[in-house]
Nanobody, 124 residues
Framework: QVQLVESGGGLVQAGGSLRLSCAAS????????MGWFRQAPGKEREFVAA????????YYADSVKGRFTISRDNAKNTVYLQMNSLKPEDTAVYYC?????????????????WGQGTQVTVSS
């Protein structure tokens, strides 16, 4: 049983920064690709960023490219999402997810396990 625990969410003013963390347990973390998704009220869950098991491949949604950075530390079983220049439209619950095989890291249906989410609220 894999468990993912997100942390680092909170309330921040527009233009500010937050760093989300996702700690994994119960599985060989370094074997899996990892992703971040978000879901705003009344909207579908959407892809934010993803990183391959080695960190050699990284993908971003166009809406966050240049502002967000995904990274991972396999020794700590943790994946991070550094979020800079935050905008009110970044407000959402952010979810961490993982899986062992991907045709597309952007497709949420290809992830095998998910965290419980952490709220990010950006005020204008």
């Amino acid at each position: 049983q894999v468990q993912l625990v997100e942390s680092g969410g909170g309330l921040v003013q527009a233009g500010g920064s937050l760093r989300l963390s996702c700690a994994a347990s119960g599985r060989t973390f370094s074997s899996d690709g990892m992703g971040w998704f978000r879901q705003a009220p009344g909207k579908e869950r959407e892809f934010v960023a993803a990183i391959s098991r080695s960190g050699g491949r990284i993908y971003y949604a166009d809406s966050v490219k240049g502002r967000f950075t995904i990274s991972r530390d396999n020794a700590k079983n943790t994946v991070y999402l550094q979020m800079n220049s935050l905008k009110p439209e970044d407000t959402a619950v952010y979810y961490c997810a993982g899986g062992d095989y991907f045709r597309s890291y952007r497709n949420l249906n290809e992830y095998d396990y998910w965290g419980q989410g952490t709220q990010v609220t950006v005020s204008s």
